[in-house]
Structures are given as C-alpha cells and as structure tokens.
C-alpha cells in the first residue's frame, strides 16, 4: 500500500506562482510513475501532468503546458508540480496519483485517471484575480 500525502497549496494572485509537494511512502516510489491532476467545483478531474518513474518522459495536459513543470526526487520520495504564471481557471483541488507500472504503454494513458493505482486526498489551489 501506497499513501500519497500532496502540501502547498493555498492562495495565491493571478500570475504568480506555487508549488505542490507529493511526499510518498513505501520503498517502491521510484519504480512508480507518477501523475498530477485537478477537479474545480461542478467539474470532472482532469490531468495535469504526468512523469515516468526515471523523470526521463514528462507529459503535459495543453492548458498548463509552458506553465507548469513536474519533477521527481526518488531519493526524498517526493514529486512536485512547479506552477508558475497561474491563472483564476487553475484554481481547483490538485490531486497526487502514482502508477505502479513505471512508464505508460499507451499514447494518452498517462492523461487517464484509471491508470493510476494510488491517490492522495488533494490540496486547494486557488488563484485570485
């Protein structure tokens, strides 16, 4: 079993920036791939961002592409998710996802919540304007 702890949210102005931590247990974080996604209110969860368990491939949903940068430290058992230039339609509870399978098989399986086999229990992201 995998526990998926996400910190650093808060609040913060339109083009500013944040960044998420994603602190996991268990001696296998660095086999795992790992994903990042959002859910505003009234709206489906949807992806962020996506690495293999390496760093070496990075995926990233068009909205936030040029903006956000996903990154690993397997020796602290960590991901984050480095937002910069956010805006109000960021805003939304951010959620820490790990995949035991390493890598993604399949063109957009990293973009599909069900290929993810752990989740964390999110933390807000709310930007004002």
């Known amino acids: 079993q995998v526990q998926l702890v996400e910190s650093g949210g808060g609040l913060v102005q339109a083009g500013g920036s944040l960044r998420l931590s994603c602190a996991a247990s268990g001696r296998t974080f660095s086999t795992y791939a790992m994903g990042w996604f959002r859910q505003a209110p009234g709206k489906e969860r949807e992806f962020v961002a996506a690495?293999?368990?390496?760093?070496?491939?990075?995926y990233y949903a068009d909205s936030v592409k040029g903006r956000f940068t996903i990154s690993r430290d397997n020796a602290k058992n960590t991901v984050y998710l480095q937002m910069n230039s956010v805006k109000p339609e960021d805003t939304a509870v951010y959620y820490c996802?790990?995949?035991?399978?390493?890598?993604?098989?399949?063109?957009?399986?990293?973009?599909?919540?069900?290929?993810?086999?752990?989740w964390g229990q999110g933390t807000q992201v709310t930007v004002s304007s």
């Open positions: 690495i293999t368990w390496s760093g070496g491939s990075t």
């Open positions: 996802a790990a995949r035991t399978q390493g890598v993604f098989y399949s063109g957009s399986a990293y973009s599909k919540p069900y290929e993810y086999n752990y």
